[in-house]
Protein backbone atom coordinates (compact mmCIF):
# COMPACT_ATOMS: atom_id res chain seq x y z
CA UNK A 1 0.00 0.00 0.00
CA UNK A 2 1.10 3.45 -0.91
CA UNK A 3 0.35 6.83 0.37
CA UNK A 4 -2.41 7.55 -2.20
CA UNK A 5 -3.88 3.92 -1.84
CA UNK A 6 -3.99 4.84 1.73
CA UNK A 7 -5.46 7.93 1.85
CA UNK A 8 -7.93 6.46 -0.80
CA UNK A 9 -8.81 3.70 1.93
CA UNK A 10 -9.69 5.75 4.59
CA UNK A 11 -11.75 7.90 2.06
CA UNK A 12 -13.67 5.12 1.07
CA UNK A 13 -13.87 3.25 3.53
CA UNK A 14 -15.08 6.10 6.34
CA UNK A 15 -17.65 8.73 6.32
CA UNK A 16 -15.48 12.02 6.33
CA UNK A 17 -17.57 14.91 7.49
CA UNK A 18 -15.05 17.49 5.26
CA UNK A 19 -16.95 15.56 2.06
CA UNK A 20 -20.35 14.14 2.79
CA UNK A 21 -21.06 16.47 5.39
CA UNK A 22 -23.68 15.61 8.81
CA UNK A 23 -23.90 11.58 8.21
CA UNK A 24 -20.08 11.58 9.26
CA UNK A 25 -21.14 13.26 12.66
CA UNK A 26 -21.06 10.65 15.59
CA UNK A 27 -23.12 11.25 18.42
CA UNK A 28 -20.77 9.13 21.16
CA UNK A 29 -17.20 9.28 21.61
CA UNK A 30 -17.63 4.99 21.67
CA UNK A 31 -15.48 4.03 18.72
CA UNK A 32 -12.48 7.13 19.51
CA UNK A 33 -12.60 5.27 22.87
CA UNK A 34 -12.61 1.88 21.63
CA UNK A 35 -9.60 2.90 19.03
CA UNK A 36 -7.55 4.72 21.42
CA UNK A 37 -7.88 1.73 24.16
CA UNK A 38 -6.97 -1.00 21.56
CA UNK A 39 -3.81 1.25 20.54
CA UNK A 40 -2.59 1.75 24.55
CA UNK A 41 -4.24 4.88 24.77
CA UNK A 42 -1.40 7.50 23.40
CA UNK A 43 -3.71 10.57 24.14
CA UNK A 44 -2.45 10.07 27.86
CA UNK A 45 1.25 9.90 26.98
CA UNK A 46 1.71 13.85 26.36
CA UNK A 47 0.01 16.84 28.06
CA UNK A 48 -2.13 18.27 25.87
CA UNK A 49 -4.21 21.92 25.37
CA UNK A 50 -7.83 21.68 24.16
CA UNK A 51 -8.88 24.48 22.02
CA UNK A 52 -12.70 25.02 20.79
CA UNK A 53 -15.38 27.38 19.60
CA UNK A 54 -17.07 28.63 16.19
CA UNK A 55 -14.65 30.90 14.97
CA UNK A 56 -10.85 31.38 14.95
CA UNK A 57 -10.33 28.04 17.32
CA UNK A 58 -7.92 26.91 14.44
CA UNK A 59 -5.82 30.29 14.61
CA UNK A 60 -5.83 30.54 18.54
CA UNK A 61 -4.20 26.61 18.50
CA UNK A 62 -1.62 27.86 15.95
CA UNK A 63 -0.69 31.29 18.03
CA UNK A 64 -0.59 28.46 21.19
CA UNK A 65 0.98 26.19 19.10
CA UNK A 66 3.88 28.85 17.74
CA UNK A 67 4.12 30.23 21.35
CA UNK A 68 5.32 27.00 23.09
CA UNK A 69 7.28 26.45 20.11
CA UNK A 70 9.34 29.17 20.60
CA UNK A 71 9.52 28.81 24.32
CA UNK A 72 11.83 25.68 23.58
CA UNK A 73 8.81 23.42 23.91
CA UNK A 74 8.20 20.27 20.76
CA UNK A 75 4.87 21.06 19.94
CA UNK A 76 2.29 18.81 18.50
CA UNK A 77 -0.50 20.28 16.62
CA UNK A 78 -3.86 18.98 15.75
CA UNK A 79 -6.22 21.02 13.37
CA UNK A 80 -8.84 20.42 10.72
CA UNK A 81 -9.76 20.34 7.75
CA UNK A 82 -6.66 20.34 5.78
CA UNK A 83 -6.39 22.49 2.80
CA UNK A 84 -4.20 20.89 0.47
CA UNK A 85 -2.48 17.56 1.81
CA UNK A 86 -4.18 15.46 4.29
CA UNK A 87 -0.50 15.49 6.55
CA UNK A 88 -1.66 19.22 7.48
CA UNK A 89 -3.69 18.00 10.00
CA UNK A 90 -0.94 16.47 12.06
CA UNK A 91 1.94 18.68 12.58
CA UNK A 92 4.99 18.59 15.01
CA UNK A 93 6.70 21.61 15.18
CA UNK A 94 5.37 22.91 12.16
CA UNK A 95 5.99 19.73 9.99
CA UNK A 96 3.91 17.51 8.70
CA UNK A 97 3.16 14.04 9.09
CA UNK A 98 5.44 11.73 7.30
CA UNK A 99 3.19 10.07 4.67
CA UNK A 100 4.87 7.00 5.03
CA UNK A 101 3.31 7.41 8.87
CA UNK A 102 0.01 7.22 7.23
CA UNK A 103 0.66 4.34 5.16
CA UNK A 104 2.36 2.13 8.22
CA UNK A 105 -1.06 3.14 10.46
CA UNK A 106 -3.40 1.84 7.43
CA UNK A 107 -1.77 -1.11 7.59
CA UNK A 108 -1.10 -1.74 11.28
CA UNK A 109 -4.61 -1.27 12.16
CA UNK A 110 -6.85 -1.97 9.33
CA UNK A 111 -8.12 -5.22 11.23
CA UNK A 112 -8.98 -2.45 14.33
CA UNK A 113 -10.65 -0.10 11.66
CA UNK A 114 -12.72 -2.43 10.17
CA UNK A 115 -13.88 -3.97 13.20
CA UNK A 116 -14.43 -0.84 15.12
CA UNK A 117 -15.69 1.40 11.64
CA UNK A 118 -15.18 4.13 12.93
CA UNK A 119 -15.63 7.41 11.15
CA UNK A 120 -12.44 9.24 8.73
CA UNK A 121 -12.19 11.91 11.76
CA UNK A 122 -12.39 9.41 14.75
CA UNK A 123 -9.62 7.72 12.87
CA UNK A 124 -7.32 10.46 12.29
CA UNK A 125 -7.55 11.97 15.85
CA UNK A 126 -6.17 8.12 16.87
CA UNK A 127 -3.29 8.56 14.12
CA UNK A 128 -2.62 12.43 15.74
CA UNK A 129 -2.18 11.14 18.73
CA UNK A 130 -0.10 8.14 18.19
CA UNK A 131 2.08 10.21 16.30
CA UNK A 132 2.08 13.22 19.04
CA UNK A 133 2.82 9.69 21.66
CA UNK A 134 5.58 8.01 19.52
CA UNK A 135 7.63 11.80 18.67
CA UNK A 136 7.16 12.29 22.61
CA UNK A 137 6.16 15.66 21.97
CA UNK A 138 6.04 18.07 25.31
CA UNK A 139 2.62 19.51 24.49
CA UNK A 140 -0.11 18.93 21.88
CA UNK A 141 -2.39 21.83 21.10
CA UNK A 142 -5.69 19.87 19.41
CA UNK A 143 -8.05 21.50 18.27
CA UNK A 144 -12.41 20.04 18.58
CA UNK A 145 -13.15 19.43 14.91
CA UNK A 146 -16.94 20.20 15.45
CA UNK A 147 -19.16 21.09 18.91
CA UNK A 148 -17.12 20.32 22.10
CA UNK A 149 -18.95 17.59 24.01
CA UNK A 150 -19.19 14.67 21.88
CA UNK A 151 -16.13 15.54 19.21
CA UNK A 152 -13.76 12.89 19.00
CA UNK A 153 -10.90 15.31 20.49
CA UNK A 154 -13.10 15.10 23.84
CA UNK A 155 -11.26 12.09 25.15
CA UNK A 156 -7.70 13.73 26.26
CA UNK A 157 -7.40 15.04 29.58
CA UNK A 158 -5.83 18.20 28.75
CA UNK A 159 -3.85 20.78 31.07
CA UNK A 160 -6.17 24.23 29.74
CA UNK A 161 -8.75 24.48 27.59
CA UNK A 162 -9.84 27.47 25.10
CA UNK A 163 -13.03 28.38 23.99
CA UNK A 164 -12.70 31.14 21.20
CA UNK A 165 -16.49 32.05 20.76
CA UNK A 166 -19.29 30.66 20.01
CA UNK A 167 -21.45 31.67 16.62
CA UNK A 168 -24.81 30.11 14.42
CA UNK A 169 -22.76 27.34 12.48
CA UNK A 170 -23.46 23.71 12.06
CA UNK A 171 -27.00 24.54 13.72
CA UNK A 172 -28.31 20.61 12.34
CA UNK A 173 -26.08 18.91 14.74
CA UNK A 174 -25.44 21.22 17.26
CA UNK A 175 -28.33 23.19 18.21
CA UNK A 176 -30.55 26.54 16.71
CA UNK A 177 -30.04 28.61 19.66
CA UNK A 178 -26.51 30.44 20.95
CA UNK A 179 -27.04 28.75 23.99
CA UNK A 180 -27.92 24.86 22.95
CA UNK A 181 -24.72 25.74 20.46
CA UNK A 182 -22.55 26.61 23.57
CA UNK A 183 -23.59 23.79 25.67
CA UNK A 184 -22.16 21.64 23.69
CA UNK A 185 -18.84 23.42 23.01
CA UNK A 186 -18.58 24.04 26.42
CA UNK A 187 -18.58 19.90 26.91
CA UNK A 188 -14.46 20.19 26.89
CA UNK A 189 -14.43 21.77 29.84
CA UNK A 190 -13.22 19.10 32.49
CA UNK A 191 -13.12 18.21 36.44
CA UNK A 192 -10.48 20.74 37.70
CA UNK A 193 -8.92 21.64 34.46
CA UNK A 194 -8.70 25.77 34.04
CA UNK A 195 -10.93 26.92 31.11
CA UNK A 196 -10.33 30.43 29.49
CA UNK A 197 -12.87 31.89 27.22
CA UNK A 198 -12.06 34.55 24.52
CA UNK A 199 -15.11 36.94 24.23
CA UNK A 200 -17.73 37.45 26.98
CA UNK A 201 -20.82 36.86 24.94
CA UNK A 202 -23.64 38.08 27.18
CA UNK A 203 -26.23 35.46 25.90
CA UNK A 204 -23.81 32.68 26.38
CA UNK A 205 -21.23 33.54 29.35
CA UNK A 206 -23.60 31.66 32.02
CA UNK A 207 -23.96 28.58 30.16
CA UNK A 208 -19.63 28.68 30.21
CA UNK A 209 -19.79 29.71 34.14
CA UNK A 210 -22.26 27.26 35.37
CA UNK A 211 -20.88 24.08 33.20
CA UNK A 212 -17.11 25.46 35.02
CA UNK A 213 -19.21 25.52 38.15
CA UNK A 214 -20.65 22.08 37.92
CA UNK A 215 -16.97 20.68 37.75
CA UNK A 216 -15.21 22.74 39.77
CA UNK A 217 -13.03 24.52 36.54
CA UNK A 218 -11.40 27.44 37.33
CA UNK A 219 -12.97 30.09 34.08
CA UNK A 220 -11.52 32.97 33.10
CA UNK A 221 -12.61 35.27 30.21
CA UNK A 222 -9.28 36.64 27.85
CA UNK A 223 -11.16 40.24 27.12
CA UNK A 224 -11.38 40.98 30.72
CA UNK A 225 -8.09 41.04 31.26
CA UNK A 226 -6.45 41.54 27.57
CA UNK A 227 -7.27 44.15 25.01
CA UNK A 228 -6.09 44.52 21.56
CA UNK A 229 -5.77 48.24 19.55
CA UNK A 230 -4.38 48.75 16.08
CA UNK A 231 -0.36 50.03 16.49
CA UNK A 232 1.43 51.42 13.77
CA UNK A 233 1.60 50.49 9.94
CA UNK A 234 0.11 47.20 10.64
CA UNK A 235 0.65 46.24 14.30
CA UNK A 236 -0.60 45.98 17.33
CA UNK A 237 -0.91 47.35 20.54
CA UNK A 238 -1.67 45.13 23.70
CA UNK A 239 -3.02 45.94 27.27
CA UNK A 240 -3.46 43.92 30.24
CA UNK A 241 -5.61 45.31 33.07
CA UNK A 242 -5.43 48.83 31.03
CA UNK A 243 -1.81 49.45 31.08
CA UNK A 244 0.38 48.87 27.93
CA UNK A 245 1.73 45.23 27.82
CA UNK A 246 3.15 45.38 24.70
CA UNK A 247 3.62 48.48 21.90
CA UNK A 248 3.91 47.90 17.64
CA UNK A 249 3.28 43.63 18.31
CA UNK A 250 3.91 42.31 15.38
CA UNK A 251 1.41 39.58 14.64
CA UNK A 252 2.08 36.77 11.37
CA UNK A 253 -1.70 36.74 10.54
CA UNK A 254 -2.91 40.01 9.49
CA UNK A 255 -6.97 39.80 9.67
CA UNK A 256 -8.85 41.83 12.18
CA UNK A 257 -10.75 39.26 13.70
CA UNK A 258 -7.42 38.13 15.16
CA UNK A 259 -8.35 41.03 18.15
CA UNK A 260 -11.23 38.70 18.90
CA UNK A 261 -8.69 35.71 19.60
CA UNK A 262 -5.65 37.07 20.82
CA UNK A 263 -6.86 38.29 24.18
CA UNK A 264 -7.82 34.51 24.37
CA UNK A 265 -4.93 32.88 24.11
CA UNK A 266 -3.05 35.44 26.40
CA UNK A 267 -4.52 34.64 28.69
CA UNK A 268 -4.39 31.20 28.20
CA UNK A 269 -0.55 31.72 28.42
CA UNK A 270 -0.99 33.37 32.13
CA UNK A 271 -3.47 30.12 32.80
CA UNK A 272 -0.37 27.62 31.57
CA UNK A 273 2.59 29.47 32.62
CA UNK A 274 2.48 27.87 36.54
CA UNK A 275 2.09 24.23 35.18
CA UNK A 276 4.85 24.45 32.69
CA UNK A 277 8.65 23.43 33.55
CA UNK A 278 9.97 26.30 31.60
CA UNK A 279 8.24 29.62 32.00
CA UNK A 280 6.98 31.14 28.79
CA UNK A 281 9.16 34.81 28.47
CA UNK A 282 7.05 38.06 26.86
CA UNK A 283 9.96 37.62 24.08
CA UNK A 284 8.16 34.16 23.75
CA UNK A 285 4.78 35.58 23.31
CA UNK A 286 5.64 38.41 21.23
CA UNK A 287 7.83 35.91 18.64
CA UNK A 288 5.12 33.37 18.41
CA UNK A 289 2.76 35.76 17.80
CA UNK A 290 5.24 37.08 14.95
CA UNK A 291 6.49 33.86 13.52
CA UNK A 292 3.11 32.37 13.75
CA UNK A 293 3.04 31.14 10.37
CA UNK A 294 6.78 30.14 10.09
CA UNK A 295 6.58 28.08 13.56
CA UNK A 296 3.38 26.27 12.36
CA UNK A 297 2.77 26.78 8.74
CA UNK A 298 -0.98 27.78 9.16
CA UNK A 299 -2.61 29.14 6.17
CA UNK A 300 -5.65 30.44 4.54
CA UNK A 301 -6.36 33.20 7.50
CA UNK A 302 -6.49 36.69 5.51
CA UNK A 303 -3.41 35.24 3.46
CA UNK A 304 -2.20 37.68 0.67
CA UNK A 305 -1.46 36.04 -2.21
CA UNK A 306 -0.68 38.68 -4.98
CA UNK A 307 -0.48 42.83 -5.30
CA UNK A 308 -1.23 44.81 -8.05
CA UNK A 309 -4.34 43.58 -8.05
CA UNK A 310 -3.99 43.11 -4.18
CA UNK A 311 -5.54 39.44 -3.70
CA UNK A 312 -6.51 37.89 -0.40
CA UNK A 313 -7.83 34.54 0.31
CA UNK A 314 -9.71 33.54 3.72
CA UNK A 315 -11.67 30.13 5.27
CA UNK A 316 -14.14 32.09 7.23
CA UNK A 317 -17.68 30.53 6.11
CA UNK A 318 -20.03 31.02 8.39
CA UNK A 319 -22.21 34.71 9.40
CA UNK A 320 -20.13 35.90 11.89
CA UNK A 321 -16.70 34.78 9.48
CA UNK A 322 -18.14 36.67 6.51
CA UNK A 323 -19.12 39.74 8.58
CA UNK A 324 -15.29 39.94 9.76
CA UNK A 325 -13.85 39.45 6.29
CA UNK A 326 -16.08 42.15 4.75
CA UNK A 327 -14.94 44.71 7.22
CA UNK A 328 -11.21 43.75 7.02
CA UNK A 329 -12.49 44.67 2.96
CA UNK A 330 -14.01 47.92 4.14
CA UNK A 331 -10.00 48.68 5.58
CA UNK A 332 -8.81 48.61 2.69
CA UNK A 333 -8.16 51.03 -0.37
CA UNK A 334 -8.72 49.75 -4.04
CA UNK A 335 -10.93 50.98 -6.98
CA UNK A 336 -13.24 48.11 -7.53
CA UNK A 337 -13.97 44.81 -5.78
CA UNK A 338 -13.90 41.32 -7.40
CA UNK A 339 -15.27 38.39 -5.33
CA UNK A 340 -14.30 34.26 -6.18
CA UNK A 341 -17.33 32.94 -4.34
CA UNK A 342 -18.00 28.81 -3.57
CA UNK A 343 -19.92 27.52 -0.74
CA UNK A 344 -21.24 24.07 0.39
CA UNK A 345 -24.43 22.94 0.06
CA UNK A 346 -25.70 23.60 4.15
CA UNK A 347 -24.65 27.18 4.42
CA UNK A 348 -27.32 29.43 4.90
CA UNK A 349 -27.33 31.44 1.93
CA UNK A 350 -30.01 33.90 2.97
CA UNK A 351 -27.97 35.02 5.79
CA UNK A 352 -23.99 35.18 3.97
CA UNK A 353 -25.21 36.91 0.85
CA UNK A 354 -27.38 39.67 2.58
CA UNK A 355 -24.00 40.53 4.05
CA UNK A 356 -22.15 40.99 0.90
CA UNK A 357 -21.37 44.37 -1.28
CA UNK A 358 -23.87 44.77 -4.33
CA UNK A 359 -21.16 47.00 -6.30
CA UNK A 360 -19.02 43.96 -6.33
CA UNK A 361 -18.35 41.51 -9.23
CA UNK A 362 -18.70 37.93 -8.68
CA UNK A 363 -17.25 35.03 -9.99
CA UNK A 364 -19.22 31.98 -8.63
CA UNK A 365 -17.44 28.63 -8.42
CA UNK A 366 -17.82 25.21 -6.77
CA UNK A 367 -15.52 23.19 -4.16
CA UNK A 368 -14.41 20.00 -5.55
CA UNK A 369 -16.26 17.76 -2.26
CA UNK A 370 -20.01 16.34 -2.77
CA UNK A 371 -21.00 18.71 -0.54
CA UNK A 372 -20.00 21.52 -2.65
CA UNK A 373 -23.09 23.47 -3.83
CA UNK A 374 -23.28 24.05 -7.89
CA UNK A 375 -22.29 27.45 -9.00
CA UNK A 376 -25.36 27.94 -10.89
CA UNK A 377 -27.56 27.53 -7.67
CA UNK A 378 -25.42 29.91 -5.87
CA UNK A 379 -25.56 32.18 -8.72
CA UNK A 380 -29.50 32.12 -8.34
CA UNK A 381 -29.62 32.75 -4.51
CA UNK A 382 -27.29 35.37 -5.16
CA UNK A 383 -29.02 37.56 -8.22
CA UNK A 384 -32.04 37.56 -6.10
CA UNK A 385 -30.09 39.09 -3.09
CA UNK A 386 -28.84 41.85 -5.45
CA UNK A 387 -25.46 40.32 -6.19
CA UNK A 388 -24.22 40.18 -9.99
CA UNK A 389 -21.74 37.71 -11.30
CA UNK A 390 -20.51 34.84 -13.98
CA UNK A 391 -20.55 31.12 -12.96
CA UNK A 392 -16.88 29.87 -13.50
CA UNK A 393 -17.59 26.07 -11.94
CA UNK A 394 -13.45 25.66 -11.69
CA UNK A 395 -12.16 27.63 -8.55
CA UNK A 396 -8.83 28.27 -10.35
CA UNK A 397 -10.35 28.90 -13.42
CA UNK A 398 -12.10 31.60 -11.84
CA UNK A 399 -9.43 32.87 -10.18
CA UNK A 400 -7.59 33.66 -13.38
CA UNK A 401 -10.87 34.92 -14.75
CA UNK A 402 -10.76 37.39 -12.16
CA UNK A 403 -7.36 38.05 -12.37
CA UNK A 404 -7.60 39.17 -16.39
CA UNK A 405 -11.05 41.40 -15.30
CA UNK A 406 -8.89 43.15 -12.58
CA UNK A 407 -6.60 46.35 -12.94
CA UNK A 408 -4.19 47.08 -11.01
CA UNK A 409 -5.80 49.20 -8.66
CA UNK A 410 -8.53 46.60 -8.11
CA UNK A 411 -9.05 44.04 -5.21
CA UNK A 412 -9.85 40.20 -5.59
CA UNK A 413 -11.10 38.44 -2.96
CA UNK A 414 -11.11 34.28 -2.99
CA UNK A 415 -13.48 32.91 -0.24
CA UNK A 416 -16.76 31.93 1.03
CA UNK A 417 -15.79 27.96 2.22
CA UNK A 418 -12.09 26.27 3.25
CA UNK A 419 -12.67 24.20 0.09
CA UNK A 420 -12.09 27.23 -1.89
CA UNK A 421 -9.27 28.17 -0.39
CA UNK A 422 -7.80 24.25 -0.06
CA UNK A 423 -8.02 24.66 -4.36
CA UNK A 424 -5.25 27.20 -4.69
CA UNK A 425 -1.46 27.24 -4.69
CA UNK A 426 -0.94 28.45 -0.93
Same mark, same amino acid.
Given at each position: MNYEQALEYMYSQLPMYQRVGGTAFKKDLTNTLALCE?? /??? !??KFKSIHIGGTNGKGSSSSFTAAILQRAGYKVGLYTSPHLQSFTERIRVNGQNLPEK #? @? +? !?? @????? %??? %? $?????FFEMTV???? $???? &? %? !?? =??? +?? $? @? /???GRLDSTNVIEPEACLITNIGMDHMDMLGDTPQAIAAEKAGIIKSKTPVVISQTQKEVSTVFMDKAKEVNAPITFGDRKYTVRDGVEGTIDVYKDGMLWGTEV? +? /???? *?? !????????? *??? =????????? &???KDDIIGGLENVVKLTAVKGRWQQLGTSPQIFCDVGHNEEGIKEIIKQIGSLSFQKL???? /?? @?? #?? =??? *?ILTLLPEDATYYFCTPKVPRGLSATELQKAADQAGLKGIVI $? =?? *?EAVATAKQEASVEDLIFIGGSTFVVAELDL
Amino acid at each position: MNYEQALEYMYSQLPMYQRVGGTAFKKDLTNTLALCEAM /GNP !QKKFKSIHIGGTNGKGSSSSFTAAILQRAGYKVGLYTSPHLQSFTERIRVNGQNLPEK #E @V +V !QF @VEQYQ %ELI %E $EVKPSFFEMTVAMAF $EHFA &K %E !QV =DYA +VI $E @V /GLGGRLDSTNVIEPEACLITNIGMDHMDMLGDTPQAIAAEKAGIIKSKTPVVISQTQKEVSTVFMDKAKEVNAPITFGDRKYTVRDGVEGTIDVYKDGMLWGTEVN +V /GLKG *KY !QYYNLPGVL *KLI =DVLNPLLPK &KIKKDDIIGGLENVVKLTAVKGRWQQLGTSPQIFCDVGHNEEGIKEIIKQIGSLSFQKLHMVL /GV @VK #EK =DLS *KILTLLPEDATYYFCTPKVPRGLSATELQKAADQAGLKGIVI $E =DV *KEAVATAKQEASVEDLIFIGGSTFVVAELDL
